[in-house]
């Protein structure tokens, strides 16, 4: 047995020299990656480094992310008093290549600086999309691997008591699953674990929940106990339930689920598609909802207006606003809605193509027959014959309307500037709604102008511009539906906005935040019954799309829509419904904060009870009880959906500016600020001391952050419990 008195001797020398300069091995430098030329570490190596009494059992190799080795770890056991019958005792030693003072380089046994690698790193790496398993040790690690296939393994260096001491940032935005080893160590690890990962930022963190019944000790790396089979050990891995502990209160608390989208209640047509779409597209029935509805608004709102009660009228037009993920399927629900449109568009523009060849000869003639009166001989042609014999020749031939029914995210001005030589009834739809609610007309300068312009348009309004260059602008006789569908970032941003709060457009849109399905979406056939009822659908919006659009006397594209009447029955279950929602409104009541939203609710219901009516007849003149009845049902969904929303668009708006503080504390990739690197570095609205100490005092509030010293005055970011 070799002499053990200096435990960091280097292999390869001669170990029974100990080396008496203090901290000697402070002078060595592990070299990570390991050199490619470096000599490689064998058993014999490994095995002169066994402590008295033990023996080498394994070593595990330590990879980078990009499979570069780092260094080793080395596991010795003992039989406890010297038998084999009885629990062994384990110790672990690290190796690393080192460099000394003097340049030498060679293998020592000397652990990793910290914080020290993970044990699987290159598995990790290797698989990104797969749910990652953290379990105490390299040998529990390997069986591990070999025992749940779909989970990528891996695990600290060190022991259970050293979780803290590793870099577990390649973790962030992973989903992790804990399986801690049956004995109070395990558990502490496992507690360790929750907190590093969280602070790492995984999206999940599971704990495994023990059977009461495992030997104790027990792990992946032994024997299945008796009674526990390797299904068990799947189950007991699916069954793991989400980690908790003491830690910070969110700022923001987590929304309620949304209640089930009333599908049924968008009438034969619209309803049998939005279920064909949410079927074989794969997505919550709310976006295949809001999709048909957007669609159909679109196509009903040039035919014709609805009445209220009160003797107003209000055109059939709808905005939409539709929240969901990236992969969520956004655009491939809105393709399935909009075909019908998409092909009356390739109508038009086959139309225009012809339209506008006829029209350029037209033109020529028209042209030159004015200038060969503008140029005739005063002697031949006198002023008033002149006048005369242009008066005789009329106004130039008009261009053909433009093609499009719609617009991804058009500025109010480019909007009003092309719809003099565009159809009357428009839309805005796009999947990527983000970019609509980032663009140039909802910058900081633009948006309240451009809200303030949607809204008249949504209110059925002339529209009146004077511009310096354009001129006066006014186009009566228009229409506009939209269907946004915004990613949860953007939305936020748009929803809590208190200017398109108080302007008044935000009451005027009616949104819809699923919960994503994702995960759930296992390939599946689409089926006959699917296609058919999306046909069906489209046939019918496409129907609508040709009907001739009733237009002012004159005009070409300047709609004269007829008006709607409720029959006795629906208004007075529109009557009934209004007084339902007024009388929640008063302080204190459920609809309170959203009392913007509720007050124009029965307004909608009057819209959508108008589009359906359309959808199902578009040369109806009155709204029957059925269809307000259907109306009033979604209108209900869409209330109860903007309650539930409020908690995200309305807040404190210092929570808000908290909140900005802890996103910019979290990216620092610190733990410890200086409250002077705040007044100088941290976001603009927190840049005075007052301002800082109020978001300061949110975040302890919550748990967020805690005071590490006074003077100089630091603080601590508290990761996620």
């Known amino acids: 047995m070799m002499d053990m008195i200096d435990p960091f001797a280097p292999i390869g020398i001669n170990t029974a020299r100990k080396d008496t300069r203090p901290h000697v091995e402070e002078r060595w430098r592990p070299i990570l990656p390991v050199p490619a030329d470096a000599p490689q570490l064998s058993n014999d190596f490994l095995k002169r480094f066994a402590p008295e009494g033990f023996s080498l059992a394994a070593s595990w190799r330590y990879h980078d992310a990009q499979g570069q080795l780092l260094g080793y770890t080395a596991r010795y056991d003992k039989p406890a008093n010297g038998s084999p019958t009885e629990k062994t005792k384990k110790e672990v030693r690290p190796f690393t290549y080192c460099q000394g003072p003097d340049g030498r380089r060679e293998w ?25 398993l953290v379990v105490e040790g390299e040998k529990t690690a390997d069986a591990a691997a070999k025992r749940l296939e779909d989970h990528v393994v891996i695990t600290s260096s060190g022991g259970a008591e050293a979780a803290r001491k590793s870099d577990w940032g390649p973790v962030a935005r992973r989903r992790i699953v804990i399986w801690p080893d049956a004995d109070d160590p395990g558990m502490r690890y496992a507690d360790d674990i929750t907190d590093m990962t969280r602070r790492a930022g995984a999206s999940s963190v599971h704990v495994v929940k023990l059977p009461t019944d495992l030997p104790e000790g027990w792990d992946l790396a032994d024997n299945l106990p008796a009674g526990l089979s390797e299904a068990d050990l799947a189950t007991l891995l699916a069954d793991a ?63 014709a207006d609805v009445m209220l009660p009160y003797g107003q ?24 809605a909009l075909w019908p449109i998409r092909k009356r568009e390739m109508t038009l523009k086959e139309e225009h193509e012809s339209a506008l060849q006829v029209w350029s000869i037209a033109s020529a003639a028209y042209n030159a027959q004015k200038r060969k009166i503008e140029s005739a001989n005063p002697k031949n042609m006198d002023f008033e014959a002149r006048k005369a014999a242009l008066a005789a020749l009329g106004p130039a031939p008009e261009p053909p309307l433009h093609p499009f029914l719609t617009a991804p995210e058009p500025t109010i001005e480019g909007l009003v500037k092309a719809w003099a030589t565009a159809p009357a009834a428009l839309g805005i739809f796009t999947a990527e709604g983000g970019q609509f609610i980032g663009g140039h007309g909802m910058s900081q300068d633009n948006r309240l102008r451009t809200a303030a312009a949607y809204s008249e348009i949504w209110d059925g309004h002339p529209i009146k511009r004077i511009r310096s260059l354009d001129g006066v602008s006014i186009l009566v006789g228009r229409r506009l539906s939209m269907h946004l569908m915004v990613q949860h970032e953007a939305a936020a941003q748009f929803l809590s906005d208190p200017l398109l709060r108080d302007q008044g457009l935000l009451s005027r849109v009616l949104v819809a935040a699923p919960e994503s399905i994702a995960g759930t ?67 204190g009541n459920d609809l309170r904060p959203i009392q913007d939203f509720a007050a124009k609710s029965a307004e909608h219901a009057a819209r959508i009870a108008g589009v359906l009516t359309i959808v199902e007849d578009v040369q109806a003149t009155e709204i029957g009880l059925a269809a307000m009845h259907e109306a009033l049902t979604l209108t209900d969904w869409y209330v109860a959906e903007a309650v539930r929303l409020q908690h995200a668009a309305r807040t404190d708006p210092q929570l808000k500016v908290a909140q900005q503080l802890l996103e910019w504390l979290r990216e620092r990739g610190e733990d410890v600020v200086d409250f002077r690197e705040i007044l100088q570095r941290g976001p603009a609205l927190v840049r005075t001391k007052d301002k800082a100490e109020k978001a300061l005092e949110v975040l302890k509030a919550h748990g967020w952050v805690a005071d590490v010293s006074p003077r100089p005055r630091r603080l601590r970011l508290v990761r996620e419990a």
């Open 313 to 336: 009228t209000r055109p059939l037009s709808l905005f939409f606003v539709t929240i969901a993920a990236s992969g969520d399927r956004k655009s491939t629900a809105d393709n399935e």
């Open 108 to 132: 020592r046994c000397k652990g990793f600086p910290e914080p020290r690698p993970l044990y699987g790193l290159d598995r990790l790496a290797a698989r990104p999309d797969a749910p990652v």
């Open 521 to 587: 979406r296992f390939y599946r056939d689409p089926l006959p019954e699917d296609d058919a009822a999306i046909r069906s659908y489209g046939a019918r919006i496409l129907a609508i799309l040709e009907a001739p659009w009733p237009l002012a006397e004159g005009r070409r594209n300047e709609l004269a829509p007829r008006t709607l009447q409720m029959t006795e029955e629906a208004a007075a279950a529109w009557r009934t419904f209004y007084d339902h929602i007024e009388r929640q409104c008063g302080p």
């Open 241 to 303: 339930r989400p980690a908790t502990n003491d830690g910070p209160i969110p700022l923001f608390p987590p929304l309620p689920p949304a209640e089930r989208f009333p599908i049924e209640a968008l009438g034969p047509v619209l309803s049998r598609a939005a279920q064909a779409i949410a079927h074989k597209v794969q997505v919550p029935e709310a976006i295949a909802g809001q999709s048909v509805l957007a669609a159909a608004s679109l196509a009903a709102q040039a035919h």
